[in-house]
């Protein structure tokens, strides 16, 4: 039985931060684990220019604290209205590492999303030239599509015409769900790829109403059934470089959580890395887990690959009901049960 992983230090391809207190309250988890992160720019107002991406990332910065070794990697929220030049100064100047689709209404804070794909084929032009990379909130928002099909139907009405259209933007399917994503990916070239997030890989759809409601395993794209999880976990084992790691952790304090109209997302900073490790332990691929976790996001995005090791030792962690203080109470996923792997920060 292995006892002792060392991997090359990972990356996290798709983080929510937040802001003011509850960024304090949460960058040291995602810090602590990854170098690098793709910053979700979902803010109230988003993020839709390079000065407010410099600042946020200088928030992020700060709030991490001197002498912490990581990088925020910033993206630029797309609008029906967005300055195809902005995307491009920004993305030249270092700013913005890639820009991400929100269908309008799709999600937390999306309201200022994209309301036709037609809308953003200027911005898509340019971002195809320089090489920039696009990141999919991949849902339908219509009201007669049913919440399960809304992937599947995005792919079908939307993503397969942006790739046909511009058959060289590097597309990033951001947390996928279904076999129906996996099998995109899959057929597509090179320039399509797709992260996971770890709930995708532990739970079903069946999660969500085990009992009771449960407002913690509730996020979107919502966990599907099982044959879809199955999908998600030979996908991310496969050692395909087409799939990387990226946790959507998505933080929400627990009132906003716990409540008549309870928000979408699931907090899986504290224990990312030991629950994907758990994962790859179960589908017998601890071999390709250092790949998925630190090789191929770095490859699609054409960033090195990091320098350094973390160490993950075989040891029974319990993950705690409740993290952070009193104004950002948060619940983690897979709070109170057991994970097999403790994480040990990398040393130089
Ligand atoms: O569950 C989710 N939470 N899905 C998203 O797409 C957004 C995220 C958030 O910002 O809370
Ligand atoms: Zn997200």
């Not at 076999?179 to 090179?190: I, K, L, N, R």
Request: charged share 20%; aromatic share 8%.
């Amino acid at each position: 039985m292995t006892e002792r992983l060392v991997i090359r230090r990972p990356d996290d391809w798709h983080v929510h931060l937040r802001d003011g207190a509850m960024l304090e309250a949460v960058v040291a988890y995602t810090a602590r684990q990854f170098s690098r992160a793709i910053i979700m720019p979902n803010l109230a107002p988003p993020v839709t220019t390079a000065e407010a991406a410099g600042a946020y990332r200088q928030r992020i910065l700060a709030a991490a604290g001197k002498g912490t070794d990581f990088t925020p990697l910033m993206t630029c929220y797309l609008t029906d209205t967005l300055d195809p030049g902005e995307v491009e100064r920004g993305h030249a100047s270092g700013v913005f590492t890639a820009c991400k689709l929100y269908p309008a209404n799709a999600t937390t804070n999306s309201s200022y999303g994209v309301t036709d794909i037609q809308n953003i084929y200027p911005v898509l032009d340019v971002m195809q030239r320089i090489g920039m990379p696009l990141l999919v909130h991949g849902e339908v928002t219509d009201s007669d599509i049913d919440i399960f099909d809304r992937e599947a139907v995005f792919i079908d009405r939307v993503l397969s015409k942006v790739i046909a259209d511009f058959p060289d933007l590097k597309v990033v399917f951001e947390h996928i769900t279904t076999s129906e994503a996996v099998d995109f990916v899959h057929a597509a070239g090179a320039n399509v790829a797709a992260t996971i997030t770890p709930h995708h890989l532990h739970i079903n759809r069946n999660a969500i109403f085990e009992g009771g409601i449960r407002p913690h395993q509730y996020c979107l794209p919502v966990a599907k059934r099982e044959k879809h999880r199955l999908a998600l976990r030979r996908a991310a084992t496969s050692g395909s470089p087409k799939f990387f790691l990226g946790t959507d952790t998505a933080p929400h304090a627990r009132s906003a959580k716990e409540s008549a109209c309870g928000c979408a997302g699931i907090f899986n900073a504290p224990f990312a890395l030991e629950s994907y490790a758990a994962v790859f332990e179960e589908e017998g691929a601890l071999d390709t887990f250092e790949a998925f976790a630190s090789e191929h996001g770095p490859r699609f995005y054409g960033l090195p690959l990091n320098e350094g090791q973390v160490v993950l030792e075989r040891q029974e962690v319990v993950v705690p009901d409740h993290v952070g203080p009193d104004d950002a109470n948060l619940t983690p996923f897979l709070a109170g049960k057991s994970l097999h792997w403790k994480f040990i920060p990398h040393t130089e």
